[in-house]
T-cell receptor
Framework: DSGVTQTPKHLITATGQRVTLRCSPR?????VYWYQQSLDQGLQFLIH???????AKGNILERFSAQQFPDLHSELNLSSLELGDSALYFC?????????????FGSGTRLTVV | SQQGEEDPQALSIQEGENATMNCSYK?????LQWYRQNSGRGLVHLIL?????REKHSGRLRVTLDTSKKSSSLLITASRAADTASYFC??????????????FGRGTQLTVWP
């Protein structure tokens, strides 16, 4: 157990639907990062939150949104799902906002859009 | 792009042999990290090396960093079948980078045969 908890582990849903992925960071970590891993794109950075504030956006589609709550857990919302959104979605956490001491990754949520 | 590139894409060796994976990147960095991923599972942080360091060891792992050549190598000594996994290098920081995010390569798939 890495200390970063992601739920659910697996999700199968139909095109056009909306899902919410949840991440609880490791205790004491203020930053949460979301990454998408697909066969064709590899590991892509989506978004970074630090202590409730959005710090950086990467290749995140407009159909996707995220937030970090006061208790520091984060949710990634994916809407109007397409087949191409099928991927592993990882959450990572770090102590500060620069990852100077490394990152801890969760075990991921595998999303399958059918 | 700051994204790292691993070489080789795939490596197949016998138990007991050493495995060497290389990573190249294009811009300056603050640190470089290596991660391991068992098939379809979460990313496990292996080792972090800062830009002012040249070599680090952790158990059977040895990482080197050559900032003049913008390259790093990961050596796994006396490999075991349980080392079979994908190995990713990821860079952080540096000119033009997004603060806090990791830039991943496409990974090296290591297979260790018993």
């Amino acid at each position: 157990d890495s200390g970063v908890t992601q739920t659910p582990k697996h999700l199968i849903t139909a095109t056009g639907q909306r899902v919410t992925l949840r991440c609880s960071p490791r205790s004491g970590d203020l930053s949460v990062y979301w990454y998408q891993q697909s066969l064709d794109q590899g590991l892509q950075f989506l978004i970074h939150y630090y202590n409730g504030e959005e710090r950086a956006k990467g290749n995140i589609l407009e159909r996707f949104s995220a937030q970090q709550f006061p208790d520091l857990h984060s949710e990634l919302n994916l809407s109007s799902l397409e087949l191409g959104d099928s991927a592993l979605y990882f959450c990572a956490s770090s102590v500060g906002d620069r990852g100077l001491y490394g990152y801890t990754f969760g075990s991921g949520t595998r999303l399958t859009v059918v | 792009s700051q994204q790292g590139e691993e070489d080789p894409q795939a490596l197949s060796i016998q138990e007991g042999e050493n495995a060497t994976m290389n990573c190249s990147y294009k811009t300056s960095i603050n640190n470089l990290q290596w991660y391991r991923q068992n098939s379809g599972r979460g990313l496990v942080h292996l080792i972090l090396i800062r830009s002012n360091e040249r070599e680090k060891h952790s158990g059977r792992l040895r990482v080197t960093l050559d900032t003049s050549k913008k390259s790093s190598s990961l050596l796994i000594t006396a490999s075991r079948a349980a080392d079979t996994a994908s190995y990713f290098c990821a860079t952080s920081g540096g000119r033009g980078s997004t603060l806090g995010r990791l830039y991943f390569g496409r990974g090296t798939q290591l297979t260790v045969w018993p």
